[in-house]
């Protein structure tokens, strides 16, 4: 599986990205499809952020999906110039999909990977490494850990508990886009360091929107924040 030691932010080779195209992954209904579905589908906008997710039972994952989602609005997104959206990549079972968008509270499509051979293949990497609490996490490390124990107690009855993923695959995020010769490339990436490695919302909205999102910018349920 996918390496141990440090991840880059290079973007994965040509070849690579040709290859992991036809990977399969799975919707919530447990649906195969190929990777690229995800970003150049009939349904596909012109550039699609994917977000690698860690475990399903991962609650720092779960806070920044939330502040994502709070953030870079779907909303938001329609109203950027280049049509644009963000899909969600994990390696739990697919049967813990609904379970972990109503977590997350993420209006994003999910999928799951469960082989992680995506993740294998683009460079992300397996570590315990925590790293330093970054600005989308609000609640303490304990804290977290007990959430995440909490989620798998309750998916004892449906036999799920242990079917979240492995704890040491980090993510990432790949922002793909058209290359002009009839497919989408990654002309973006950064890889997860550690446990708390997202990229920073900030910095997310620098990639998608060119600047940063104001509080005033967000729309949630259709209306501005400041109404």
Known sequence: MAGHGVATDSLPAAVTQL????????????????????????????????????????????EYLERLSATITPNLLSQSPTSTSVAVVGFGDYRLIDFYAEQSRCPFPIYSDPTRKLHDALGMINTWDVGQQPGYISKSLPRLAVEGLWQALKQLPNGLAFKNGSAQQEGGEFLFEPTGEGDKRVTWCHRMQNSWGHTEIPAISRVLLGHEVAKTDRVVGGRSDNT
């Open 19 to 62: 290859q992991v195209a036809d990977f399969p992954v799975f919707d919530r209904e447990g649906k195969e499809l190929p990777f690229s579905d995800v970003y150049n589908g009939r349904n596909a906008t012109d550039r699609t952020l994917v977000v690698f997710v860690r475990h399903f039972f991962c609650g720092s994952c779960q």
